[in-house]
């Protein structure tokens, strides 16, 4: 039997978890998951961390606790430092395993890898065998499973510009089969981190729950990397968070494109880098004018009437603008 | 052109001495009050952090004072400083001012490359004209940060409660008008010396405080409702781990600084991750092993870089047995409460220190 690494629902589970299982499982290993958020595992989170700390990486630490009780072999905690060249992502991502660390105590082995490709990807190739060869003692073994975890990512990907959402496109692949409908008429960008919106008990669903409402939804996840592109380059400086780049990037392109009904922008309480991005977003909207926008931040007393609420007022605004309906 | 930029500590200083040394007309800020603050808030996004409002107020309160040009520090992350000057400058173009704003990305190493940078915008100005006047505010800066070094360990030490402060004031607003270095060095040593003959209070058990956290909040006072005056006036010794000019001498001779923080912080934090999260885990485990009798973190609420370490040091107090306490600020932060606060910290640390004696 393979040793078994626990992967924390939360944080960049959404964005990469299909990858990161692949690489595992490749090398023998066994993976599972933490269970999906739930009361407990928030509170766990919040009585562990100071109070600042924002709700998705309160989260994360609920996550962790949850993978520890479950009694794994190791927890995979990446130090997610850069994605792509030359951009970051928020500072917790850089700290993140020593912020567990010392945090929660009595914990199995933390696979603390560092996936860092600000200078392009040489340093990547030396973190990869280091992490490997807790498994196998065999360079191309791991570097074959380093290849495969990459091609199933970019599958993943290919999966959520179909009109997917991350959790969608995580099940897609792991049974084959989803459903989804995907037939609304109302079109909506929901701009935010991907933690933000996909955790159904943080978020409450939003997704299906605008489907319900009628709309179609797209998340930058969603779009193509050209559009994000063009958006961003409208910039006056270069955006050095990858996320907030990628959410900057889209809300720009729908204003310029106009192929959208309105915009929704979601965040975490404290959040400091949407803090700056979605002030920017906000004011280009209102300049122009034609799109509506609104934005929610969401914390761990976020109530499900509150949501509920202004997404049908903001759907009925959308609905009323396209004479659907009188007030 | 008239000039203008945020406050930060001495900043103003080296930044006024520069630019009037070169020639070009400086509309200082006025000096950070609550209505600063408040116009700030104002225009601000909610969760932007204080220096972010605080500079914004600067901007604007400037800007009614008659300057057009804007000169702010700008970054390339991780931390969202980087990128304060586009979206204050967005603001500030829906409020209808009419200005230029200049945003420079810091040194990433020589000085000479940044001096050559600024004065790119500056046609007519030499570099080597702006780097003979740099050179001489810098020594100020040095000057002034060093005489509020002193400042901070000998006002603990006063005979009559307020009257070091004042002789400081005094003395710093002498530096910033000196002409030359020799008026210069006459005016810091004569500062040090009226302050050394007012502090002759010695006590029994003496308590050191060093303060570590976010720059911004470290350099400004007003950001921290000068906290080290109120420590200084409970009887402690401070000690501020960051100084403008320390920055400035490390980044022009590419001191490893970096490098001794990793050393200092490894086994709790093991990278920068942007801001001041790295120093201030570092300089909790020097200060702790230089024997302080507490630390003091301080950093503007909804900090990212200086929550992580918020984090970590509870750690660290644990295992080298010394007291830390956190504070973050914002606009509602309250006065009284911090009070409370201070003097329940001293308490805590005197209480420990007896204990250790006995
Ligand atoms: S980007 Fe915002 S919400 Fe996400 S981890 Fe950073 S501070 Fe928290």
Redesign the pocket.
Known sequence: MGKIVGIPKALLYYNFYPMWKTFFEELGAEVITSSNTCKKIVDDGVKSCVDET?L??KTFVGHVIDLKEKGVDYIFIPRVVSIEKRRYL????LGLPDLVKNLVTDLPEIIDMKIDYYRGDDTMKKEILKVGKIFVNNSKKIYDAYLKSIEMQKKFESIMRKGLSNTEAIKAIEENSVDVKLNGNLKIALLA?S??IMDDYICMGIIDRLRNMGANVFTTCMLDRDKIELGASKLQKDLFWTYGRDILGAGKYFIENRDIDGVISV??FG????SLTDDLLERDYKRDGKIPYMSLTIDEHTGEAGITTRLEAFIDLLRWRKGEITI | MKITYPHMGSLNMILKTMFEGINIEVVEPPPVTSKTLSIGVKYSPEFACLPYKINLGNFIEALEKGADTIIMLGGVGPCRFGYYGQVQKETLIDLGYDFKMIILDPPHGRLIDFLKDLSGYFPGVYWKDALKTFIFAVQKMIAADNLEKHLLILRAHEDKIGVTTKIYEKYVEGLKYAKNKKELDYIYREGVEKIKQNANVKRDIQLKVALVGEIYLMLEPFSNMDICKSLNELGIEVTKTDYLSDYLINSAFKLPQKLEFKRYAHGYLERDIGGHGLNTVANTVKYAEKNYDGIIQIFPFTC?PEIVAESIIAKISGDKNIPVMSLSYDEKTGEAGYQTRLEAFKDLLERQKINALK
């Open positions: 924002c998705p990486v928020c500072s917790k991502f981190h933690y933000d965040s975490a959040c400091g880098p949407d | 990212t």
